[in-house]
């Protein structure tokens, strides 16, 4: 997958992984890696800054944790953060929607 594909909805994946339980950064890259089947190998230049802007945002928060020994700053969502991963998804399934009504064979107008 193209670096550049997940511009925009870089966001709304990192929402997504945290959903499901407090993670530290280099555990949100390889749940985004597991989840995408691999597909989603972002360069840390682009994770960290984002997950410092969501945190900025208000939607997620971090604390630091022993994790494996090692002392890391783990990230979860905050309520708000739960509400803008409901809007995300929303937004992703009408942009989806629209994509494939223009793509779909048969379908370009004339």
């Known amino acids: 997958m193209r670096p550049d594909a997940v511009r925009g909805h870089l966001d709304a994946l990192i929402l997504s992984v945290l959903e499901r339980e ?10 985004l890696q597991r989840s995408s089947g691999g597909a989603l190998d972002l360069p840390t230049g682009s994770l960290y800054p984002a997950l410092r802007r969501l945190e900025r945002a208000g939607y997620l928060q971090s604390e630091w944790r022993m994790v494996g020994g090692r002392k890391r700053r ?13 809007r995300e998804r929303s ?7 629209v994509v494939e ?10």
Do not use: C, I, K, N
């Open 91 to 97: 937004e992703w399934r009408d942009f989806a929607a």
């Open 22 to 31: 407090p993670l530290h950064g280099y555990a949100v890259m390889q749940a």
């Open 74 to 86: 783990s990230y979860e969502l905050t309520t708000a953060g739960r509400r803008a991963l409901a």
């Open 101 to 110: 009504g223009v793509l779909r064979p048969g379908t370009a107008q004339a």
